[in-house]
Structures are given as structure tokens and as C-alpha cells.
């Protein structure tokens, strides 16, 4: 069956990168899974086995996922988009706080908990490659509200959570989105500059520790607070960087990494949020940058793929997922090295947590299907009994959509 | 069209990862040293380990001073009730002090005002400031006084009071402590969390009433650390010393090292030897601190040791000082003013130095002694006072006309010369060098001084035999006495030495001034054959290893004395005692109250009474010394008391006293002595006689 996806060397140096991340990413949870106690007696949580459990889950996912061609997906796009609306209503009124966190972001589902909010960024991914071609967008400003609204909607929902940076991912999601399916740029920028002002007025509503947040991070340099190391997170920033730089060139060498083993960087953010900050300790400037060189590689690749597609809906999809990943990673790296304000954003493929790790693969799976189906024409597939109604919807004509 | 901005994309992405990379190169690369080190010194904990300090003891391995557990009850600022209220207008103060390019901030002297109607206090502060400022090209330096204030807070002081009413100290008191240790947080040589001592050695009720109820006195702590313990309380007071809590003066200058020593150096509220052995072998006592280097996990708990330096316990010493001679001297001089010394004469090992009043150092920290009392109790009289020595120094000048051959063989007494009488005996008399010491002749001694030894002579014997020098007694604040010469007026008064002034000296009266040890020293001297040694206190100390060592010894000086002439002053000095016309046959002698000295020890002493007269309506200086046995000289004795009156004379009180030291001189330091069986029956009798009253 795997035969039949016609994997291309390309394809392949993508599954070695992605392979390269997932081992660099568990080794690293492995070492921030340490715990320290007194007389050096400490021990190692259970999170590597469990991020290896969704590694595996997540792979399976994958590889189920090639069983049918993307465009099924994306026929039942609004419905996954809805079913992932209700996922995140439900977490506002039956949502779990983690041990760690003040806020409602996972739904207890059996033995797992999952967040749904990491999913629902593929489903909106769906949702708006499928409007995108279905509408012929005639360029004008109003027709971005739909594709924007799309967005709104689960972004509010999140923030109610509260989630604000994984709410914030979704805007690099539908500006690349809308960007590669041609929206005009000033449109663009005009939305930036509305998003501006409402970012202006939002500002006195958002939670206290949010603002504080961004006051660490504005006034992380001014000797003033500098001393003043009480504020939780003024101190992760402070200790993040503090790793960082004490990794000089080569690193202090994997699990030797004094503010990762010494419990130095926090533990509950060690090995999700912070984890780019505990890669840098140990593996030094050169290591990071292989980390960061392969995650270019990786949305490189994606790229080749999204020009290689000649079907619009498959290209805007590949755009979302290097927009979701592509946006991730900055964010996160950005953010240990204190050039961003603290957000709760995990390092896609690396960082500890299942829903993470299962949306990325499961985005990358999608990348994959569009590459493996470029050239598939509907004919050739056996879809099933209701082949011929779907004949009508395709083939979608290239670069039809919000043309000018 | 497409693939364009895919590509944009793309390059945008790589902006975002080369904008964090760039970041990551300013981190690391940039940087990186500075955050490796912040690193190394974040996870690494430096911990003090504490010792005891040494142990005094005397010759006989009596412990006269040692470290046991106490209670103290300690503020920790940033715990109080409304600290920043209290604390931070202080801080403030040396904040601002410190930005103006301090120098030294001198004194701080707090005044606490109980403002008894509205329940709080009032503390001002007086600060005395130097401050180096830049005028112009020129750094000046500027001197500013200054008070602050601060008002305690209501709720602090309840809690402060009940405290002081738990400690039974006035509240204003540890106010005072308080405010002095926030001076030292001030000066960043301590921390806002970390506790000042306030009030020493509360018991142990009081500490577990604050232990157990922390939420009734919030802010107050216990700290258990070593208090200075004497158990003989005042015996030998003087000689021991006392410690005290180190200033920050000495914490300003011993903050760093202590002599050279890291791990000697001081931190608030240690103590420091004041006075006597303790502020002498201070160094020696002193614990040295331990230090442990610790990597820490960021709960500060310890991961590995990395370093690990052991406190050592200070040295303890063992004294020279023998328990039974030195409280028999107490005994002795007890309800009168004065000194009493006993030394062996050989060696200058010194068995009892007793200054009468004395005080009880572990009184101290809560009783000091009034700075008012005259009678100065703190004042260790048998170094520090300064007395003119009378006729002992008769001695002296008789040994050096022998020696340079100048003795006149007989003189006239005719009861004055120059107009400097004498009435030590009837007169007239043709008297010699015997006689005149025996019967204290002053005319005698005039003649010998002006005719025949001169000025230059009395004052060179007087300096060989140590007078007017310190002795080196290894002990603190020693006063030299004084001895004046020719060139010593001219300097002074620009006057010419007069013969009238040589008569004063040759009787050694004033400007003559002596300390007790100094004349212990010179009898000692006349009593060894002529051997000046230096007295010593400390026989050995014992370091934390185990192994004992003893402090270096100056070697003694030989005043080459020809023997023969020294028997003659030791037979003069024998008959004082014991023959008839001597001036301490009613004390050695057999009288009402006691039999004679040497049919009830067996053996003989040799002395030479003394009395001196003070400028103005002060009373006499009473002296007796000498040494026992005679015939074979084992110790040296020197007993002086400052009596109120004028007409009482050395022989009448100090002989006696000497007598009540020498009876109860334990065995060992008579060894060979003949005459053992008298002394044991006789101190049975006066065991039996000391029981049954």
C-alpha cells in the first residue's frame, strides 16, 4: 500500500529530517525529564516513555492517514472544522487543568488528556484551503472576512481557555494561507494595522499574568528588575537565558546541562516550553543551529512540495502546515532566548506533550499525502462507491481562485 | 506567480530563524563566558561551619573558661511586623550615603526614646560620615554629622515588648541592639534575612517560649550559639579577661582575615576576647571556620560536596596560673585594694596574679560594672597600676652600690639630709648597708645615691632590674611605669635634675612609678641570682590537631650579680622577717595571733616591707615582697594594697598578707623543702580552723 504513495528521494530526506527532530527532541526530553534531589539523588519522570508512546501513536496516525487521498479530507473539511469548534466549547465547560497550569486547555479523554486546541489548527489548516478554492475571491478587502472569521472563531474560543499564544498561531496560518492563494499584500497589511488596534484595545482585558509576561520581557534588561528575581517568570526568562548562554560554542554536553539538571529552568516547562533553551545548554551554538538548520530543511522541503502541487487546495494546505510549524518554532526559539515575550508554545516535534506532537506529525502526514498524490488524477483512484460524485467537484482548476 | 510567494515565505521563515540564531550568537558565543560563569556561581553555595572556641585552663587542668550551648534571641529584619517601616528608612540612609562616594561611615550612635504615651518607639541616630567628594581636580575629604529618625512602628513594638518581657530586658534595650545590627545590613556586611543577635544568654525558657510560638512573636528567632562560660566565676578575673561581642570597628578591620588567617575572620555578632589572656591568645582561642562548597539545585538542596574545609576548634591553653595559690591570693587581698602576685622565681611562671575588686565575666554581657566606681574593678592593678614602689627599691639601689663597689661602708643617720628626713629608726645611729635595709634607713640610701652611686647609676640598676619597661607578660593593655631620669626633666621642664629629686627617687617614692609585676619581677630576679626573666602566664597551648606547643619564650637576661654580694642582700632580706628589728618580724614573728613563720613551715622568707606615698591627701601604697624559702629561693611574692589612710605602712598590712599566701602554698612547689611534716599538720589545723567557722 505504501508502494502505491510514490515516495519521491525528496519525500524521503523529509522523513529523515523529520526522523532527526524526533530523536533530537526525545533525547532532550529525556534529559529535561530529570529531577533533582538532595544529595544528588534523583530520578528521571516517566515522559520520555510517554513521549515515545505518542511518537508511535502519532506515526501510526500518519501512516493510516496516507490510506486516503487528502481531498476526502478535505470534502469533509466544515465538519472536521465543526467537530473541532465543539472540542474546544467543550473544553470551556468540561476542560482539566493541568497540575501546572491555570488554565482549561486539555479534555480528559480515557487515560489521555488531549488539547484540543493543537488539533483544531489542522482542521482550520482544512477548512480554509477548501474555501479558499471553493470561493473565486474577486480580490477585494471584504472577501478576506470569511477566511478571517474562520480564524476568529477558534481563536476566541482558545483565548477563553486562556491560550493566547496558541490562539496567536493561527494568524501566521491564515496570512501565509491567504498570501500563497493571492491575496493583495496591502489587504493584507491593512488587516495587520486593524489587528493592531485591536491588539491596542484588548490589552487592558487580558489576564494579569499575561501583561506580566510582556513586562518581563520588555524590561528584562533593565538592571532595575534585574535584581528582583521573585516574579516567576522574569526568573525562567532569566534562567532560560542564563542556560543558553552558558552553552557557549560546543555546550556543556548532553544531560550535563547545570540549569536544566539542577532544576534551574523550571521544571514544568523544562521539557515542553523550554526545552530550545535546554538543547542550547548542552549542545552549545552549534548544536542549536543544527536543530534550527534542520527545522529550515524541513519547511524547505515542505516548500518543494507546495510548487510541485499543481492542485491549489493540496498546495494551500502544505502552506498552512509550514506556516503552523514554520511560525512555531520561531516563536518558541524566539521566546527562550528572550526575544519574545513568555507564551505556552511548545517547539513543534520536539518539545513534550502528545497533542503537540500528534498534530505536527499529523500535519507533516498531510504534506506527505499531497506530495504522494500531486499527481493522482481522481480516475486513478478507487475511492470507493461514491467516486463519481466527487468526480464533479474536481479537478480543481489551478490558480482560479481570488484572482484579479 | 504561486511558487514567488511560496518562496517569500520561505524567506521569511528563514529571517525567523536567522533573527534567533543571530540572538543565540550575541548568548553564546557573545556572551557566553559571562553566563557560564553566572552559571557556575548560581549552583554553587558556600556554607560556614562553626567550632568552639578554646577552652582556659589552669595548671592543674582546672577549667577556668570554656564555650557552652546558649540562647540568644535574634531579629530577622525582613520579618517583622511593618518592617519596611522599620528597616528601610535606615537602609535608606546608607543607600544615599553610600551613592555620594562614601568613604566610611564612623560611628552610629543610636538613642532609643521610649515614648511611653502612645506605645511606640522613637530611634534616632547619630552618624558621623566621612565623605570623599570631587572638587574640582582634587578629592576632598569632608566630615558630616547627622541624625536620623524612626519611629517604630505600633505593632513591632508590641511584640518587642513582649519579648523584652519574656528576656527581662528593657525593650529599648534590644531596640538599641536591634538598630545597631541594621547598621551593619546597611553597610551590605550582612543581609535583610539574615537574624541580629538582640539579647545573649536568655535561658532556656524564654527561647523555647519563642521556638514553640513563632506566630506570637513574629520576626524573633532563636539562635543557639556558644556562650562564654567561667566557672570559678571571678577567680582570676583579670588575668583570664572576658570576650565581648566584636565591634564594627574591629568587624570593619577583621572582616576579610583576622591576622592573616581567612578562617579567623569575624562576622556580626561573633565574639572577641576583650581583656587578659582571652583579647592576648584571642587569635589562638579563636575557632577557625569551616567552609563547605556545595553545587545546590535551585530548592537549594545539596547535590554534591565539592569542597569541604572542616571548622577547627580554637587552642585550648593551659595557664600557668595554679587554682589553690591564686584564690589563696584572692582570699588574701580580699575587701582591700590591690595586687597580689605569686611567681616562680626561676622561671617566671606566674601562680597567681590577683587585682582586688574583682567582677564576674559571666556577669558581663547583662551587668556591666559601673564606670563610675572607683574602685575600678574592670582595672587589672597588677599590670595596670602605676604605683611608686617606696623602699623596696632600696633593694635595688643596695645591690647596684655593691656591685659597683660604691657602698659606703657606714654612715651617720642623723635623721635628715638635704632636708629628706628619715624616722624609720631612732636616730642618731651609725647604720650600714645591713642595718639600713633592715631598719629602711632613708638617709643611708640619700648619701649612697648622691655621693657615692650619683643619679645615672640608681637609674641604670633601675632599668636592668626592669623598671619603668613593660615586662612582656603576655597579656593586654600592660602600663610601663615610669622612671625618671636627668634628661627625662630636662626634657619635660627644662630644668636641671636636683639632688633633692635624687633623694625621692632613692627611696622610691615619686615621680617613681611601678607596676606590681614589674617588682615581682626584680625580686624574682634578686631571688634566682640575678636571672631578669619575663613572666609568663600560658605554660602551652593545645591546637586542634592535639598537639600542645608553647608560646615562644624571650630568653632571660643575666645581670651577672656577683654571688657573695647577693647573699648579703638575701640575709639582709631574711632578717627583715625574722630577726629582731626587722620591719615584718610582727608578721613572721610569733605574736598573739600566730607562731612564728618559720617553726610552722619549717622554712625561712626573705622580704622587704614598702611604703609609698601618692601626691595630696591619697593614702599610702603598702607593699611586701619578697621570696620563699630563703635558703633556697622556689617562688617570688609581691603583695601591694592602696589603703585610704596615710599613716599605715606596707608592714602592717601587706606582710600579713603575704604571710596568710605563703601558708597555704601547696606542697608541690616545695618540693625538697625540709619541713614537710610541719606544713601538713600545719595546714590540717587551718583546714580544721577554716571549716569550723
Known amino acids: ?404 | 506567480m504561486s511558487r514567488f510567494r511560496i518562496r517569500a515565505i520561505l524567506i521569511l521563515a528563514f529571517g525567523g530563524f536567522l533573527m534567533v540564531s543571530t540572538r543565540l550568537f550575541y548568548l553564546q558565543v557573545v556572551r557566553g563566558e559571562h553566563y557560564r560563569d553566572y552559571v557556575e556561581n548560581v549552583r554553587v553555595e558556600t556554607k560556614w561551619t562553626e567550632a568552639g572556641r578554646g577552652a582556659i585552663r589552669a595548671a592543674g587542668g582546672e577549667l577556668l573558661a570554656y564555650d557552652e550551648p546558649g540562647f540568644h534571641i535574634a531579629i530577622v529584619p525582613n520579618a517583622l511586623p511593618d518592617w519596611p517601616l522599620v528597616c528601610k528608612p535606615v537602609l535608606k540612609l546608607y543607600e544615599l550615603r553610600r551613592r555620594e562616594r562614601i568613604a566610611a561611615v564612623r560611628d552610629v550612635t543610636v538613642v532609643v526614646k521610649d515614648r511611653a504615651a502612645g506605645g511606640g518607639y522613637e530611634v534616632s541616630f547619630g552618624l558621623a560620615a566621612t565623605f570623599l567628594r570631587l572638587a574640582g581636580t582634587e578629592l576632598v575629604e569632608s566630615e558630616e554629622q547627622g541624625t536620623a529618625m524612626v519611629v517604630v512602628p505600633r505593632r513591632a513594638a508590641a511584640v518587642l515588648e513582649a519579648v523584652a518581657a519574656l528576656v527581662k530586658a528593657p525593650a529599648t534595650e534590644l531596640l538599641k541592639e536591634f538598630f545597631e545590627g541594621l547598621a551593619l545590613v546597611g553597610r551590605g556586611w550582612r543581609r535583610l534575612g539574615e537574624p541580629c543577635v538582640v539579647a545573649r544568654d536568655v535561658g532556656f525558657l524564654a527561647a523555647a517560649e519563642i521556638e514553640t510560638n513563632p506566630d506570637r512573636y513574629p520576626g524573633f528567632v532563636v539562635a543557639a550559639s556558644a556562650r562564654r562560660n567561667y566557672p570559678y566565676e571571678s577567680l582570676a578575673c583579670h588575668a583570664l579577661g572576658y570576650v565581648q561581642r566584636v565591634s564594627a570597628a574591629e568587624l570593619e578591620r577583621w572582616r576579610e582575615s583576622y591576622n592573616g588567617s581567612e578562617a579567623k575572620r569575624f562576622l556580626p555578632d561573633d565574639l572577641i576576647g576583650r581583656t587578659g589572656i582571652e583579647r592576648a591568645f584571642d587569635f589562638d582561642l579563636r575557632p577557625a571556620r569551616g567552609v563547605q562548597t556545595l553545587e545546590v539545585d535551585a530548592a537549594r538542596r545539596t547535590q554534591r560536596v565539592l569542597e569541604d574545609v572542616p571548622a577547627e576548634h580554637g587552642a585550648d591553653l593551659y595557664l600557668s596560673l595554679d587554682r589553690e595559690v591564686q584564690s589563696a591570693a584572692e582570699a588574701a587581698i580580699e575587701g582591700h585594694i590591690g595586687a597580689a602576685i605569686v611567681m616562680e622565681a626561676a622561671s617566671g611562671r606566674i601562680l597567681a596574679m590577683a587585682s582586688s575588686p574583682r567582677y564576674n565575666p559571666n556577669d558581663l554581657p547583662r551587668k556591666p560594672p559601673d564606670p563610675n566606681d572607683k574602685t575600678a574593678p574592670l582595672l587589672n592593678r597588677a599590670i595596670q597600676g602605676q604605683y611608686p614602689l617606696g623602699s623596696a627599691f632600696k633593694l635595688i639601689e643596695a645591690i647596684g652600690a655593691l656591685e659597683d663597689n660604691k657602698a659606703p661602708a657606714s654612715i651617720e643617720c642623723t635623721g635628715a639630709y638635704l632636708g629628706h628626713l628619715c624616722e624609720n629608726h631612732s636616730v642618731p645611729m651609725h647604720v650600714d648597708l645591713e642595718n639600713a635595709l633592715k631598719r629602711s634607713c632613708n638617709v643611708y640610701f640619700y648619701r649612697t645615691a648622691n655621693e657615692f652611686l650619683g643619679i645615672n647609676g640608681v637609674v641604670k640598676w633601675a632599668e636592668r632590674f626592669g623598671l619603668g619597661q613593660r615586662t612582656g607578660v603576655s597579656l593586654p593593655h600592660e602600663r610601663p611605669g615610669f622612671l625618671p631620669t636627668p634628661a627625662w626633666k630636662l626634657k619635660k621642664y627644662g630644668e636641671p635634675w636636683y639632688a633633692g629629686e635624687t633623694c625621692n627617687v632613692a627611696i622610691g617614692q615619686y615621680p617613681l612609678e611601678v607596676t606590681p609585676l614589674q617588682v615581682c619581677r626584680f625580686v624574682a630576679a634578686i631571688a634566682n641570682g640575678g636571672r631578669l626573666v619575663r613572666p609568663r602566664l600560658v605554660d602551652k597551648l593545645v591546637g586542634a590537631d592535639g598537639r600542645p606547643r608553647t608560646p615562644e619564650e624571650d630568653p632571660s637576661e643575666t645581670l651577672r650579680l656577683t654571688p657573695a654580694k647577693l647573699d648579703r642582700i638575701h640575709k639582709v632580706m631574711r632578717s627583715v622577717c625574722h630577726e629582731l628589728g626587722g620591719t615584718a618580724r610582727k608578721a613572721f614573728g610569733r605574736s598573739e595571733a600566730h607562731g612564728d613563720f618559720a617553726q610552722e613551715q619549717g622554712y625561712e622568707v626573705a622580704g622587704k616591707t614598702s611604703t609609698a606615698e601618692r601626691g595630696g591627701a591619697r593614702g599610702n601604697i603598702g607593699w611586701f615582697v619578697g621570696f620563699a624559702p630563703c635558703s633556697s629561693p622556689r617562688i617570688a611574692f609581691t603583695v601591694m594594697i592602696e589603703h585610704e589612710e596615710q599613716r599605715i605602712h606596707g608592714a602592717d598590712v601587706a606582710a600579713p598578707l603575704a604571710r596568710r599566701i605563703l601558708e597555704r602554698l601547696p606542697e608541690r612547689y616545695l618540693e625538697g623543702v625540709p619541713g614537710r611534716e610541719l606544713r601538713e599538720r600545719f595546714r590540717e589545723r587551718l583546714a580544721r580552723r577554716e571549716s569550723g567557722t
Not at chain 1, 501566521?172 to 491575496?183: E, R, S
Not at chain 1, 548544536?287 to 515542505?302: R, W
Not at chain 1, 513543534?348 to 506533550?353: C, D, E, I, R
Open chain 1, 1 to 404: 500500500m505504501i508502494g502505491r504513495l510514490r515516495l519521491t528521494p525528496r519525500d524521503w530526506l523529509l522523513l529523515a529530517v523529520l526522523g532527526a527532530l524526533l530523536a533530537i527532541g526525545l533525547a532532550f526530553v529525556y534529559s529535561a525529564s530529570y529531577r533533582s534531589g538532595p544529595m544528588g539523588e534523583g530520578y528521571y519522570t516517566s515522559s520520555p516513555a510517554k513521549q515515545i508512546q505518542w511518537i508511535a501513536i502519532g506515526l501510526i496516525l500518519a501512516l493510516a492517514l496516507q490510506f486516503l487521498s487528502y481531498r476526502h479530507l478535505l470534502e469533509h473539511a466544515y465538519a472536521l472544522y465543526l467537530v473541532g469548534l465543539g472540542g474546544l466549547a467543550l473544553v470551556l465547560y468540561f476542560g482539566v487543568t493541568s497540575e501546572e497550569i491555570m488554565a482549561r486547555r486539555w479534555l480528559p479523554l480515557g487515560p489521555f488528556r488531549v488539547q484540543p486546541s493543537e488539533f483544531m489548527k489542522l482542521f482550520t489548516i482544512l477548512a480554509l484551503a477548501r474555501y479558499l478554492t471553493d470561493t473565486q475571491g474577486q480580490g477585494r478587502l471584504l472577501a478576506l472576512a470569511v477566511p478571517f472569521g474562520l480564524v476568529a472563531i477558534p481563536m476566541l474560543l482558545i483565548v477563553r481557555e486562556p491560550d493566547l499564544g496558541m490562539a496567536l498561531v493561527f494568524l501566521p496560518i491564515v496570512f501565509a494561507m491567504l498570501y500563497a492563494a493571492g491575496a493583495r499584500v496591502r489587504h493584507l497589511g491593512a488587516i495587520v494595522a486593524l489587528l493592531a488596534v485591536a491588539a491596542t484595545i484588548a490589552w487592558p482585558h487580558i489576564h494579569a499574568y499575561q501583561k506580566e509576561r510582556v513586562r518581563a520581557f520588555l524590561l528584562q534588561d533593565d538592571p532595575r528588575v534585574r535584581g528582583d528575581l521573585r516574579r516567576l517568570d522574569l526568573y525562567q526568562l532569566e534562567q532560560a537565558k542564563a542556560a543558553i548562554g552558558s552553552g557557549q560554542l560546543f555546550g556543556q554536553g548532553w544531560m550535563r546541562g547545570s540549569q536544566n539538571r539542577l532544576n534551574y529552568i523550571p521544571a514544568k516547562t523544562r521539557n515542553n516550553d523550554f526545552i530550545f533553551a535546554v538543547i542550547c545548554e548542552e549542545w552549545g551554538f552549534a548544536g542549536a543551529n543544527l536543530v534550527l538548520a534542520l527545522y529550515l530543511l524541513l519547511l524547505v522541503l515542505c516548500g518543494l512540495v507546495a510548487e510541485e502541487v499543481r492542485n491549489a487546495a493540496g498546495r494551500l494546505i502544505v502552506v498552512g502546515v509550514i506556516a503552523m510549524l514554520g511560525s512555531q518554532a520561531i516563536i518558541n526559539t524566539a521566546m527562550a532566548a528572550g526575544q519574545l515575550p513568555i507564551v505556552g508554545l511548545t517547539l513543534p516535534l520536539v518539545s513534550y506533550g502528545g497533542s503537540s506532537m500528534l498534530s505536527s506529525l499529523l500535519g507533516l502526514a498531510l504534506v506527505i499525502n499531497v506530495s504522494a498524490h500531486r499527481g493522482t488524477s481522481l480516475s486513478a483512484d478507487t475511492l470507493g462507491p461514491d467516486a463519481g460524485a466527487r468526480r464533479a467537484m474536481a479537478p480543481m482548476p489551478e490558480e482560479t481562485f481570488m484572482r484579479r
